[in-house]
C-alpha cells in the first residue's frame, strides 16, 4: 500500500483477520496519539463499528487498549511490550554506552533510528548537556524523506531497494518551506549524501533545528545516528567535530549485535 493512501481493513489476505485487524487498530490509535471513538476509528480503518467494538473489547481484556471518557486509547500493556523490545536489543544498549565516549555529540541531542519502509523509527536517545530539549520520543515514526536519519539510510540503500521505497511515496510531504518539492531534488539530496558521507536536515523538517545523521554500515536493517541541534548553533567547526564523532558512533555500531 502506498503512503498517503487511505487504507481499508475489510478485506484482509491474512491467516489471522481479527489479529491483521486489531493491530491496524492498536496502529491507528498510535498515529493519532489521541483517544478515538469507535465510530471514528470504523471511519478510519473502514470497518463496520460492530466489528470495532468487538476488537476493542478484546484488546481491553488484554491490557492493549483503555477506555478514556468513553473513548479508546493505547494502554500499558503497550509500553511493557516495548519496553520488552528495547531490553533484547543489544544496539540500543551498545549505542547509550558508545555516545557517552564521543567528546562532541555527547553534549547534543543524539538518535538512534530504523528504517521501516519509508518511514523512520526512533529506538533511543541520548540527552545532551544543551539547555533546549528537541524532540524525538522514542517509537516515533517520521516521513524518511524530510529527516536526517532517513536520508542517510535512504542514501545507503542498494539503487533497486531505493527505488522500491520512493515507489510508495505518492506525495512528498511539504512541512517547512525548505522541505524538497520534487523526487528529483529529494534524489539529488540524496546523491549528496552518499558523496560526502552523512545526511543533512536543515530545516526540512522543523524549522530553525539542524539535523546531521550518518548511516550505520553492514546492518541487516538499516540503522543511522543523529545529532539535532538549532540551527543558530551549527559553526563549521561544531560541523565537523559532529560529523567525525557521528562516523565514529555508527563504525561503533556496525558490529554484529541482536537487534
Request: charged share 25%; hydrophobic share 45%.
Amino acid at each position: 500500500m502506498a503512503v498517503g493512501e487511505t487504507p481499508s481493513w475489510r478485506s484482509v489476505d491474512s491467516r489471522a483477520p481479527a489479529v491483521t485487524r486489531a493491530v491496524a487498530l492498536l496502529e491507528e490509535l498510535a498515529r493519532q496519539g489521541r483517544p478515538l471513538g469507535i465510530a471514528e476509528l470504523a471511519r478510519s480503518l473502514d470497518l463496520a463499528k460492530s466489528t470495532v467494538a468487538n476488537l476493542c473489547a478484546a484488546l481491553e481484556g488484554t491490557r492493549m487498549i483503555r477506555r478514556v471518557d468513553g473513548r479508546w486509547a493505547l494502554g500499558h500493556k503497550v509500553v511493557e511490550l516495548g519496553q520488552g523490545f528495547l531490553a533484547c536489543t543489544d544496539v540500543v544498549g551498545e549505542f547509550r554506552r558508545a555516545v557517552d565516549t564521543c567528546t562532541v555529540v555527547s553534549r547534543e541531542t543524539v538518535l538512534l533510528a530504523v528504517l521501516d519502509d519509508v518511514e523512520v523509527v526512533h529506538l533511543a536517545r541520548h540527552d545532551g548537556s544543551q539547555p533546549v530539549w528537541l524532540a524525538g520520543e522514542i517509537g516515533k515514526r517520521m516521513p524518511a524523506v524530510v529527516t536526517a536519519v532517513g536520508k542517510a539510510m535512504l542514501a545507503a540503500l542498494p539503487p533497486d531497494d531505493l527505488d522500491d521505497r520512493l515507489a510508495l511515496v505518492r506525495e512528498l510531504p511539504v512541512l517547512t518551506e525548505q522541505s524538497h518539492r520534487t523526487f528529483d531534488a529529494l534524489r539529488g539530496d540524496l546523491d549528496d549524501t552518499r558523496a560526502r558521507g552523512y545526511a543533512v536536515d536543515d530545516g526540512e523538517h522543523t524549522e530553525g533545528v539542524t539535523c546531521l545523521a550518518v548511516a550505520v554500515p553492514g546492518r541487516d536493517t538499516p540503522t543511522s545516528v543523529a545529532a539535532i541541534l538549532l540551527t543558530a548553533r551549527l559553526t563549521p567547526e561544531l560541523r565537523v567535530g559532529l560529523v567525525s564523532d557521528l562516523t565514529a558512533l555508527a563504525g561503533e555500531l556496525s558490529r554484529p549485535t541482536r537487534f
